[in-house]
Structures are given as C-alpha cells and as structure tokens.
C-alpha cells in the first residue's frame, strides 16, 4: 500500500465489538482533484470573455452620447466574446455527455469516406484557401456514431488548420491498418514538443493559450477526440517534431467494421 492514501473506519457492532473497514481513497481523491481542477479552469475560461461584455455594457450605459461606429466596434467585440462562452458551453456540454453513462453509444453504419469528404470540405472553408487540404481514402465503412465520429474528425482537421502556417500542406487519410482502421491528420505546422504531448487531450492544456484564444479554442477539442475514441473502443496517437509537423491518429478496432 505504500503511497496509497488508506481510508480506515471503526464501525461500531453489537456491544462491545467493532468492526474495521479499510477502504483505498487514492482513486476517489484523484478523481475529487480532477473534478475540482475542471470546475476552476471551466470558471477562469467563463470570467474571462464575461468581463469583456461587463465592461463594455458600463461603458455604454455610463456615456449614452457614444458616437455611432465606436458603438458598433463594441457590440462586435461583445459579440465575440459572447461567441466564446458559447462555443465553451457546447464543448462542456459535449464531453459531460461523452462522459455519461445516460447517453450509451448508438451504431450505425457510417460511410467513413463520405464523412471525412464533407470534414475535408468544411476544413477547406476554415482555411478560405491559405492551406492545401488533401484527402486520401480508401477504408470501409464502420459500425459507430456518425455524430461523434464527425465531431472527433473535424476536431483534428481544424486543429491542422489552426496550428499550421499559410501554405501549409494537410492531409486527412482514411485505410485500413493491419490490425485496425485508421483515420490520420498530418500537417506541416508548427509541431508539438514530446513533454507537451502527453499532456494534449487533457481538458483545458494548451501549448500557447494566446494562439489556442486566437484561432477560436476552447481547450476541450482533443478531450473530446480522446473521449469519442474511447467509446469505439479505439485510441489516439500523436506524433509530431516542433518545427516540422503533427500526425494525429484516430485508431478505431477491426471489431467496428460492419458484419
Ligand atoms: P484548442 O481549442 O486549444 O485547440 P485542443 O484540445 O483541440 O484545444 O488542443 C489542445 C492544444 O494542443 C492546442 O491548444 C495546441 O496547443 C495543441 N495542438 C492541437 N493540435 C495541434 C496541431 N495540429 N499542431 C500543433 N499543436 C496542436
């Protein structure tokens, strides 16, 4: 038991016996200081664009004569920021569903080629043109959620696009490995070094938080990926060179492959 935290309790029973009860806390405490982790980091991500739209509300009550288009500046900038809860709600929202027994995964069968066709074309339209997106796919169709094989793919793909450079090369493939079905991203950005990427799918872990902010994050992408993985019985790997480029791979098992 060493370095093992021992919850031990006396109960009493009958007159004049106990009972001992031992019981190992280690797990239930990480599990506590997760969840306390996650409330803290969830409050400071919503505080943050909330104080943008305070302010500018008590600027805009406290000067009415307000010329036109500073007005109109202000309302975009709240608007943004108001943008920015949103898309934090909806990934909390996402992955306490991921998370829950009450939402058990639904198969279907998922033509993967045309799903990772329509996730190339809405990573074209986030590019508006800066990378060159290429698709490679010749993998079979899957027994799984189209909605959270979608959510997890597009995830990596704008990731791609986020952390990469204009006239970055990205390719989104989908084949058959020898012992499973892999869905891979490869790019030519600004790569990741070894000590941040076991650190990647936690929630909220960023490399650069000013970058993350920039392009729209929220810091819940890769949890999400990794939580949508670990439904299918599947997994993510990463490989990448700081300077050069990432590979993110989506493994699903050959136990999804319809029968
Ligand atoms: P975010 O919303 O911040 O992008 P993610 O969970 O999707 O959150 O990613 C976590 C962090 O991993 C990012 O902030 C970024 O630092 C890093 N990252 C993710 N994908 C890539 C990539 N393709 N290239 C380089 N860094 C990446």
């Known amino acids: 038991f060493r370095g093992r935290k021992l919850e031990i309790r006396i109960i009493p029973f009958e007159t004049r016996r106990q009972i001992l009860v031992t019981h190992d806390a280690t797990e239930s405490e990480r599990i506590e200081a997760m969840r306390r982790d996650f409330i803290a980091n969830a409050s400071h991500e919503l505080r943050t664009p909330l104080t943008v739209i305070v302010g500018f509300l008590e600027i805009a ?3 009415p004569g307000l010329d036109a288009a500073t007005r109109l500046a202000h309302l975009k900038l709240m608007t943004e920021q108001a943008q920015r809860m949103q898309r934090l709600i909806e990934d909390m929202l996402t992955l306490s569903r991921l998370e829950s027994d009450e939402y058990p995964l639904k198969r ?3 033509n993967v080629k045309a799903l990772v066709e329509s996730v190339a074309a809405e990573a074209r339209a986030l590019s508006g043109g800066r990378h060159e997106i290429d698709v490679k796919v010749d993998g079979p169709d899957v027994m799984g959620s189209a909605e959270e094989l979608r959510s997890a793919f597009g995830n990596l793909a704008s990731n791609a696009v986020r952390y990469s450079p204009d006239g970055g090369r990205i390719v989104l493939s989908w084949e058959r490995g020898q012992n499973d079905l892999r869905f891979s991203v490869r790019d030519s950005g600004i790569g990741i070094s070894p000590e941040h990427i076991v650190r990647l799918t936690e929630r909220f872990y960023r490399v650069d938080k000013s970058r993350s902010r920039e392009t729209q994050g929220t810091g819940l992408g ?3 990926v990794k939580h ?3 439904r299918h019985g599947g997994r993510l790997t990463i490989s990448s060179e ?5 590979t993110f791979t989506a493994l699903l098992p050959n136990t999804s492959l319809p029968t």
């Open 228 to 230: 949508v993985l670990l």
């Open 222 to 224: 890769l949890a999400i």
């Open 108 to 110: 279907e069968q998922v």
């Open 242 to 246: 700081p300077g050069a480029g990432s």
């Open 61 to 63: 009550m406290n000067d």
